[in-house]
């Protein structure tokens, strides 16, 4: 990973913390596999931190410049995954 995460400087190092393990799983859904139940707890925590659906788009936007991986399309197959299973773009 040869970038930086899009962050506020608001946030509290805990909601630092649970953003960035909401990055971290969606590059594991593209780059190995993740579970469901994994990428869901970890996006609960990202909405609890940016509950506006206007904040997540310009974050996804943000993220997926910088990385090349789309939030909005690993949560779309999340949402889409009826079973725990492993989740891979």
Known sequence: ????????????????ISVI???????????KGVQKSELLAAYRK???????KADEKKLGDQFEKVSGYSLYQAIKKMKNTQE?????L
């Open 84 to 88: 725990d299973t492993m989740i891979k």
């Open 21 to 31: 393990n909401f990055y971290e799983a969606i590059e594991r859904v593209y780059e």
């Open 1 to 16: 990973m040869d970038y930086q995460y899009p962050i506020s400087h608001d946030w509290t190092t805990e909601e630092v």
């Open 46 to 52: 990202f909405k609890e931190v940016v509950p506006g």
